[in-house]
């Protein structure tokens, strides 16, 4: 397993170039996890305005 | 069976079919990617016969993401162009949406290049054919982005970063061909040719594994980020106020 993790000496290279792709390709999903909340807490905000102000003008 | 396609151009359809597909590209991701790495780390020799040690299993994401952002790109300008002749909303958003992913592997690429770079040749970079058209294509997709985020009028920025896109196309086979030099002592390059000529049959499986992983991953982002485009988009229409997820 040590060996493994060291690649013939060349260990810091090989787990940070992993390290940084899977990073960034575990950010992205959960930036657009993120993003989507916000945009439906943004829909369910106006239409509960819309509601509002339809109630009120009747 | 007769699949009617245009059907799916419509950004309703689209919404609730692709909400079924994403997970389904989750698990094909997740799963070659795994047995694409394991092939590459686990069933592969140490040392290749060319003197390149340990530090050559980069190859596995490197490859896969450069691969991705030229592939990308081609896909942007795929959806670019079906937007531009047919004009559908959808096929802007489709683009819109591959170019944040494709940066995101044109990025990943110069980053995992560099540490290849400073482990093989000892630089971590070097203004050679391969390397300084693969940072023009980063710039392309950085203006692609910047140019439609700097037009307010969507439909105006859709179709100038669509124009944007289509010419930037150039660069991709001057990428090519900077690595795949038809006369080498006309371009000197440190990077080798990109050839699959006598590759241990087990390290270019790793690869190409991978690789189809990330293919599966971009597929499952892409459709992530242009549902949520749709819904920024067409908020106001009646099929999005109905949607189970905003009632």
């Known amino acids: 397993m040590a060996d493994f993790l060291h690649m013939g000496g060349y260990g810091a290279y090989v787990w940070s170039s992993m390290g940084i792709v899977f990073f960034l390709l575990l950010l992205e999903p959960l930036l657009l996890v993120m993003q989507r909340k916000s945009i439906i807490k943004d829909i369910k905000r106006i239409k509960r305005m819309e509601q509002r102000t339809k109630s009120h003008n009747k | 069976m007769k699949i009617n396609w245009f059907k799916y151009a419509a950004p309703m359809n ?6 079924k597909l994403i997970p389904l590209f989750w ?3 997740i799963a070659l990617t795994l047995i694409g790495l394991y092939l590459g780390f686990f069933t592969t020799p140490n040392e290749l016969g060319n003197g390149m040690k340990e530090y050559y299993k980069i190859i596995y994401v490197h490859v896969a993401t450069v691969w991705m952002a030229m592939w990308l790109y081609g896909m942007m300008v795929f959806w670019a162009l ?13 683009a819109s949406a591959t170019a ?13 290049g560099a540490i290849w770079g400073k482990t093989s040749w000892g630089t971590w970079w070097d203004w050679d054919p391969r390397m300084t058209t693969y940072l023009i294509l980063f710039f392309v997709y950085i203006g692609y982005i910047s140019l439609q985020a700097s ?9 100038a970063s669509a124009f944007l896109s289509v010419v930037g196309l150039a660069i991709v086979p001057v990428i090519y061909y900077s690595i795949n030099c038809p006369d080498p002592d006309q371009c000197a390059s440190l990077h080798q ?12 499986k790793g690869m190409l594994i991978t ?17 949520n485009v749709i819904l920024k988009r067409e908020q106001k229409t009646s099929w999005v106020s109905k949607l189970k997820e905003v009632s």
């Open chain 2, 14 to 19: 689209f919404y609730s079919l692709s909400g």
């Open chain 2, 27 to 29: 698990v094909a991701a």
């Open chain 2, 151 to 159: 037009i307010d009028d969507t439909r105006r920025s859709d179709k």
């Open chain 2, 100 to 112: 944040i992913t494709g940066t995101l592997m044109t990025f990943a690429g110069l980053v995992t």
């Open chain 2, 193 to 204: 040719e990109s050839s699959f000529k006598g590759v241990e049959s087990n390290i270019l």
């Open chain 2, 82 to 94: 079906i937007g531009l002749i047919f004009n559908t909303r959808l096929s802007y958003m489709m």
């Open chain 2, 211 to 227: 690789t189809l992983g990330f293919w599966m991953y971009s597929f499952a982002v892409i459709m992530m980020r242009t549902r």
